[in-house]
């Protein structure tokens, strides 16, 4: 019963946040994602290696949330907007996302399940790729890398509850 319960919000919980996320001005929104990013991703862009986002624009698309924005790199700060113009576009769904970032799934497995679609720039779209590669979750502030694995072991666990009913679901079946 408890596992059931456990599937259940893991694979509903984005359907009852994409409701109240829609209601929530863009500018609010924008806010939260550039703190956010921006102390992600403080070293990497010390660093320069994000350098590659300069005068580009990437868009991340969020799909069962109806969450998208586009990011750039500008005076050494990761700016957000909603615009609908990004060289290279990222879709993919929140708990594959959550895995993704978590450093629990490759994105290229991702790429060619089809749970991670890459269109546009494909210099770009490498450059980010091999940068989501090159991340150490380790290197994430440790609050934040903490939130994440409790999140990715949460996400993970219910998914592999789904896989386990549909595989009961399959040996039981005529």
């Keep these: 019963m408890l596992q059931r319960l456990h599937h259940h919000l893991v694979s509903e919980m984005p359907k009852l946040l994409a409701w109240p996320l829609g209601r929530v001005p863009f500018s609010c929104k924008k806010v939260l994602l550039r703190q956010l990013i921006n102390w992600q991703y403080q070293q990497l862009i010390a660093a320069g290696e994000i350098d590659f986002l300069q005068q580009r624009r990437l868009g991340i698309e969020i799909r069962d949330l109806r969450l998208k924005w586009v990011m750039t790199l500008e005076n050494q700060r990761i700016m957000i907007t909603d615009g609908q113009e990004a060289d290279v576009w990222f879709r993919a769904d929140t708990n594959d996302l959550i895995l993704l970032a978590a450093g629990r799934k490759d994105p290229d497995m991702l ?24 991340i150490e979750p380790d290197a994430m502030p440790p609050i934040l890398l903490k939130g994440l694995q409790h999140l990715a072991a949460f996400t993970e666990a219910g998914m592999t509850q789904d896989a386990s009913v549909i595989t009961v679901r399959e040996e039981n079946s005529c």
């Design 111 to 134: 790429f060619f399940q089809r749970r991670l679609v890459v269109e546009g720039d494909t210099e770009l779209g490498l450059a980010v790729k091999n940068l989501m590669d090159a």
